[in-house]
């Protein structure tokens, strides 16, 4: 059974840092393609960062310069840095995996099978 769990998450006010962390189980995660979404209330969720079996990344232009998306691949552990945060950032972050896509990182939903809990991540002015 595929398993993701955040972690990393809280409040922080704007210009702060946040590290967010996704152990996986059961699944290689690490081998293929992963990505970061996040869901602002209110709003449909969005994808945030991805990254490929190579380590290629994607971001969301939103985000470019600010976050940085790596892994670790023997621990099977994705990250998520959170750099010069800002009040619009705010929203609950999920870690997903696709199930075999090795490149190029995608941002697109439905190309992930398998999706975490989520782990809250609020900023204040």
């Known amino acids: 059974q595929v398993q993701l769990v955040e972690s990393g998450g809280g409040s922080v006010q704007a210009g702060g840092s946040l590290r967010l962390s996704c152990v996986a189980s059961?699944?290689?995660?690490?081998?293929?393609?992963m990505g970061w979404f996040r869901q602002a209330p209110g709003k449909e969720r969005e994808g945030v960062a991805g990254?490929?079996?190579?380590?290629?990344?994607k971001y969301a232009d939103s985000v470019k310069g600010r976050f940085t998306i790596s892994r670790d691949n023997a621990k099977n552990i994705l990250f998520l840095q959170l750099n010069s945060l800002k009040p619009e950032d705010t929203g609950l972050y999920y870690c997903?995996?696709?199930?075999?896509?090795?490149?190029?990182?995608?941002?697109?939903?439905?190309?992930?099978?398998?999706w975490g809990q989520g782990t809250q991540v609020t900023v204040s002015s």
């Open positions: 990254i490929d079996r190579i380590g290629v990344t």
């Open positions: 059961g699944y290689t995660a690490t081998s293929y393609c």
């Open positions: 997903a995996a696709t199930n075999g896509r090795l490149y190029p990182p995608t941002l697109v939903q439905i190309e992930y099978s398998f």
